[in-house]
């Protein structure tokens, strides 16, 4: 587990592949006050994981981002079942099999309230995503609203970053891009974003953003805010 801003956040990095190709993911691990724990988008979980969780504080709240990052909720949701677990929206009747705490949206939970930044990414025909930012350490938490795949040397990953817009930059996948239809909703979430207190980005897939993160991410975003 990476230590991405001293004792506040860390994040740690698992293969995965979609249909087929790998393109890895990431859980992210922020520390709240009182030592309780956010994970986000939590990966699949191993025993050194609980390990090293256990040595960082209480894990407290389990956050999925969208409707993608649920896949390994059921070990996490055995393992730590006195957790909250908050569910972005449609997720809860997706994975009927789990019996979620709370509901993600645009407004801040009391958990994480006045320590976290958090709002909605709208406008997409089919998913909505659950964004945060952390100013402590300035930096902004997404799931797939943004990737950049080009460390990858796998001919697969590369033609599928490659076709999706996200090999030579970081930038939004073009499977998602096409759904976002409103776009007036979408570039209201962008304004509120752009005015967070953020310098560095992390999400889900692919390689992290360790400064400049207002600038690239507004330049990845300048199709929908022009």
Same mark, same amino acid.
């Given at each position: $587990? ?24 990431? $859980? ?11 994970? +986000? ?7 050194? @994981? ?18 993608? /990052? ?44 006045? *320590?976290?930044? *958090? ?18 350490? *300035?930096?902004? @938490?997404? =799931? ?27 930038? $939004?996948?073009?499977?998602?891009? +096409?759904?976002? +239809? ?10 509120? @974003? ?11 897939? =692919? ?7 207002? /600038? ?11």
């Amino acid at each position: $587990m990476i230590e991405w801003s001293k004792d506040r956040i860390w994040y740690q990095d698992m293969p995965w592949k979609r249909y087929g190709v790998p393109v890895g993911c990431r $859980m992210t691990v922020i520390r709240l006050k009182n030592d309780n724990l956010l994970v +986000h988008s939590p990966v699949q979980l191993t025993t050194d @994981i609980q390990l090293r969780l256990a040595k960082l504080g209480r894990v407290t709240a389990i956050v999925t981002p969208n409707l993608n /990052h649920h896949l390994f909720l059921s070990e996490w949701w055995l393992a730590y079942s006195q957790a909250t677990f908050f569910a972005p929206p449609g997720l809860q009747f997706k994975r009927t099999d789990l019996v979620f705490d709370d509901a993600l949206g645009a407004e801040t939970p009391a958990l994480w309230r006045g *320590q976290l930044l *958090q709002t909605l990414l709208r406008g997409s025909d089919h998913v909505e995503e659950v964004v945060f930012c952390d100013p402590e350490s *300035q930096t902004l @938490i997404l =799931g797939d609203a943004m990737a950049w795949l080009r460390n990858s040397h796998n001919p697969a990953t590369v033609a599928l970053a490659l076709a999706n817009g996200c090999y030579f930059h970081p930038a $939004m996948p073009l499977y998602w891009r +096409h759904s976002f +239809h409103n776009k007036t909703r979408l570039r209201q979430s962008l304004q509120e @974003i752009l005015t967070w207190p953020f310098d560095r980005i992390l999400f889900a897939h =692919g390689q992290v953003i360790p400064e400049n993160g207002k /600038h690239i991410f507004s330049q990845a975003f300048r199709w929908a805010l022009a």
